[in-house]
Structure formats: C-alpha cells, structure tokens
C-alpha cells in the first residue's frame, strides 16, 4: 500500500552491527504489525503495537510504535546472518473496513557474515 | 494447531485452463484473506472473507474467482489467467477484526501461466 512507507529499502550490514527499518503511515493505524518473510515463503509473525508508545522486544528484535507521527520503527540489535530476509509493516488503515489489512513496501536486510 | 495450509504449494497452468487454489484453517478463524505477491514486492490485498461473506474485493479481475465453502476453508479459482497473474499467492486467517488480532499466513502457492 502506498499508504505504508518503509525505509530504507534495502540495507546491508556487517554482521555484529545495529540497524533500524521504518514504517511510516499517512492513515490512523489502528495497530502496527511486524512480519519477516523468506524470499518466496510466507509470512512469519514478529511482533504487533497496538498503543502509542507501545515498545516490545523479541530475542534482539525491539519495535515500537509512535501513535501520534503514524510512525513505527523496528531495531535490530547486534545483527546476524539469521536475521536476513524482508521486513514488511503491515497495518489496518482507516476506520470503515477492519480487514483492510495492507503491507508497507518492504525492506530488503542482507547481513554480511 | 495454529497452521494454515495452502495447497498446492507449486502450480504451472496454461491460459485456458481452470484450476483452483486451496486453503485452509482449523484455528476457529472468521476472516480470511487472499494476497498476491509478484517478485521484490509486498503482498497485495485480493480479497476479503468476513463469516464467509466476501466483505473485500479490491477491484480484482473476474478471472479470479474466490470461494468460501465454510469457515475452515477458502478457495481461489483461477480461469483464463494472463502470463502477468504469475505470482506468490498467500492466504491468511485471522480471529476477526486484525486491528486485535494478527494474521496468520500460510506458506502461499507459487504459479507460473505460460
């Protein structure tokens, strides 16, 4: 959905560094969803903000969510290998329809043993 | 059992054939989804069955046929597709509304047209 921003859109790292990925909406999110796919593969659930200023943590994943700029950034801490694939936000956008449930543009991590 | 299952997980057809694709949950879920996913891009909404109504349908040709026999299952029927309906198609379930709850994927069906 153009509606869902992501960047960068691809990112290359050294394995052992940081980096964060972006997801900014121009619609009121109604929750925020983070899922990893695998090139080809389905989707695998990473984690879901509902509340502004909502922050989880998952093994060296953390996400949070910033209500009021339409704004979600997801951190990955000490990067490995492992951690490569896409990232995609996903979100339900505008108030009519509760399935309307779209996918930001994506980003590509590639993480450099 | 927290899976969805799509089946087949690889299909090549011609343009004048009819297949169909399959999916199906046992997670108790009342939504279900159909995406399109074509290579280095995000998947695309399709189609939307809420209590195996069609509340969605975003403005998807009629070569695509979406099908909800009961709430367990969901169907994609495909008849006179294009080489360009080449993609990853995925479906998904949710509980109901995905503002609460999260959409589990199934691993999708790749399809060639030739």
């Known amino acids: 959905s153009q509606e869902l921003e992501q960047s960068p859109q691809s990112l290359i790292v050294q394995e052992g560094k940081n980096l964060t990925i972006n997801c900014t909406s121009s619609?009121?999110?109604?929750?925020l969803y983070w899922y990893k796919q695998k090139y080809g593969e389905g989707l695998i659930f990473l984690m879901m903000?509902?509340?502004?200023?909502e922050e989880k943590s998952h093994e060296k994943i953390t996400a949070k969510l910033d209500e009021k700029k339409q704004q979600s950034s997801l951190h990955i801490t000490a990067s490995q290998p492992s951690h490569a694939g896409i990232y995609l936000c996903?979100?339900?956008?505008?108030?009519?329809?509760?399935?309307?449930?779209?996918f930001g543009s994506g980003t590509k991590l590639n993480v450099k043993p | 059992d927290t899976e969805v299952t799509q089946t087949p997980k690889h299909l090549v057809m011609g343009m004048t054939n009819k297949k169909s694709l399959k999916c199906e949950q046992h997670m108790g879920h009342r939504a279900m989804y159909w995406y399109k996913q074509k290579a280095k891009k995000p998947p695309e909404l399709m189609f939307v069955y809420s209590y195996e109504k069609l509340s969605i349908n975003e403005s998807v040709p009629s070569r695509f046929s979406p099908e909800c026999p009961n709430s367990s299952l969901l169907n994609l029927h495909l008849h006179a597709l294009q080489p360009e309906d080449s993609a990853l198609y995925l479906c998904?379930?949710?509980?109901?509304?995905?503002?609460?709850?999260?959409?589990?994927f199934g691993s999708g069906t790749q399809l060639s047209v030739l």
């Open positions: 996903g979100a339900v956008l505008g108030g009519y329809n509760f399935n309307k449930f779209y």
């Open positions: 998904a379930s949710s509980q109901d509304r995905p503002t609460n709850e999260k959409l589990f």
């Open positions: 903000l509902q509340k502004g200023g």
């Open positions: 619609k009121t999110l109604y929750g």
